[in-house]
């Protein structure tokens, strides 16, 4: 069963940067695509980053184009979240999740405060 472990929420000044890690494990990920989304409360959820496995092909969000970076470590099966310049309406609920067809895998979460 696949399993994702989001860390590396926190506080944070606006301005500052913060990197998200996203465990995952119970399965070989070749094949799949790993992807970041976020929720800010009161708003529907949004997508973050993408990165396919096995190229590493990568997709982002317009709203962290520039600001943000995913990258993945094969022999750990992490998959990180690099975020630099946050704002404020960065703050949001973290989610990993994984997919072959549809983003079916999904983690618990991990909260980034970004204080103005």
């Known amino acids: 069963q696949v399993q994702l472990v989001e860390s590396g929420g926190g506080l944070v000044q606006a301005g500052g940067s913060l990197r998200l890690s996203c465990a995952a494990s119970g399965r070989t990920f070749s094949g799949y695509s790993i992807g970041w989304f976020r929720q800010a409360p009161g708003k529907e959820r949004e997508f973050v980053a993408a990165?396919?496995?096995?190229?590493?092909?990568?997709y982002y969000g317009d709203s962290v184009k520039g600001r943000f970076t995913i990258s993945r470590d094969n022999a750990k099966n992490t998959i990180y979240l690099q975020m630099n310049s946050l704002t404020p309406e960065d703050t949001a609920v973290y989610y990993c999740?994984?997919?072959?067809?549809?983003?079916?895998?999904w983690g618990k979460g991990t909260l980034v405060t970004v204080s103005s």
């Open positions: 990165i396919r496995w096995n190229s590493g092909g990568i």
């Open positions: 999740a994984a997919r072959t067809t549809d983003w079916n895998f």
